[in-house]
């Protein structure tokens, strides 16, 4: 049961954060996973009423607050028309409307979850967190970082051009993804991200630059490039075994994503 002593609602960020360095405080966002543990906060934090809840396109890049739910990110156009259809795909999946109507960015990232198919999305893309003291770091560090007592106050995606897509494996609808994989072709270099597996997202490394040139090259090379990294996923990803899914069937499902996933960057359909 979850048990709540005093709550507080922020006047400004500085507020929010002196009250969160004591460890038995906590950042309320959406609600949605925090209501379901068993655990005592001393002082709740609700940052609702800072203005953190919008969605800001510039030339440069998307700017989203920290309270922003899930369903904004889904439904806004200019991230989807950004991502090609990608952002929408990995947030449809999640629960049903009315909880991604409650679910924040903010709680969903900064939890670092292992079935995050919201931090897999943006780990495929070249994005940023803004912490209040820490200021602009990027995703894939911030991925790795353990969680401290700092306030996410936006995440930010660059909108560098190009080509994404994203992909799930799930048992059964609106349930957690037995495994998430995205992929983006920027710079001419394809970026492949696993999730689900069932740790934290991560970037797949390429040390043997498979990928690289991968959207100058033909049809062919691309077929070949893709099957040449699925394989290579296939025994570089780490995946473990959890009530959804044996590690066995999580490390084909590696191979099989991502080959659907680099077929799909590479204007070669998802198929195989």
Request: glycine letters at 12%; aromatic letters at 8%.
């Amino acid at each position: 049961m979850l048990k709540i002593r005093n709550y507080v609602k922020a006047a400004d960020l500085a507020e929010a954060y002196e009250l969160n360095q004591k460890k038995t405080a906590c950042v309320l966002g959406g609600m949605v996973w925090l209501k379901m543990g068993n655990r005592s906060v001393s002082t709740a934090i609700d940052l609702s009423g800072l203005g953190l809840d919008t969605i800001r396109e510039t030339e440069e890049e998307f700017v989203i607050g920290c309270m922003t739910p899930l369903r904004a990110l889904e439904t806004d156009e200019g991230l989807n028309a950004f991502t090609g259809g990608a952002m929408r795909e990995s947030l449809r999946h999640i629960v049903g409307v009315q909880f991604r109507n409650c679910a924040t960015v903010g709680g969903s990232i900064f939890g670092r979850y292992g079935f995050s198919d919201v931090l897999t999305m943006f780990l495929t893309l070249d994005s940023y967190v803004e912490m209040y003291r820490g200021g602009r770091i990027p995703m894939e560090e911030f991925a790795s970082m353990k969680r401290d007592r700092d306030i996410l106050v936006n995440v930010i995606v660059r909108k560098r051009p190009l080509v994404c897509a994203y992909f799930s494996q799930r048992n059964t609808a609106t349930d957690f993804p037995v495994l998430t994989c995205g992929a983006s072709l920027m710079d001419g270099n394809a970026r492949v991200v696993i999730g689900a597996r069932p740790s934290r997202a991560m970037a797949v490394q390429d040390p043997g630059g498979i990928l690289t040139g991968f959207g100058e090259m033909t049809g062919e090379q691309k077929e070949k490039a893709a099957e040449a990294f699925a394989e290579y996923a296939f025994s570089a990803v780490a995946v473990n075994g959890n009530m959804r899914a044996s590690g066995e069937y999580r490390a084909l499902l590696v191979k099989v994503l991502t080959k659907r996933a680099l077929r799909a960057v590479g204007g070669m359909g998802n198929e195989g």
